[in-house]
């Protein structure tokens, strides 16, 4: 009952949901990448999988399928890069960014 507290549903290929996501709390340092954490599970007997999504400004990339099980499991996608330079974070781009979970099958 704990893990369905707070949950979005979406069995359509391509439904997405992305949040903004809070501020870092460092001014200065270096980003070596900005990780996703999704835990989910499918709720039918149809193949599922998902990706994570990182999005800034207008530009967005999807991390690799991830085939999902009927129990929770944790979900993690790294993303080394901005979506919108293909070159790695700044604190600022990350303080702007949205990060979120697409269904794919």
């Not at 080394?80 to 949205?98: F, G, H, L, M």
Request: proline content about 1%; aromatic content about 8%; charged content about 20%.
């Amino acid at each position: 009952a704990g893990d369905t507290f707070d949950y979005i549903l979406a069995s359509v290929v391509n439904d997405k949901d992305t949040y903004a996501l809070d501020n870092l709390a460092a001014t200065a340092g270096t980003i070596k990448g900005a990780q996703v954490n999704i835990r989910a599970k499918k709720d039918d007997i149809t193949g599922r999988e998902l990706c994570a999504v990182a999005r800034h400004s207008t530009s967005e990339t999807d991390g690799a399928n991830l085939v999902m099980t009927t129990s929770y499991a944790w979900y993690l996608s790294i993303f080394e890069q901005c979506p919108s330079t293909s070159a790695a974070w700044t604190i600022t781009e990350v303080n702007a960014a949205e990060a979120g979970v697409k269904v794919k099958v």
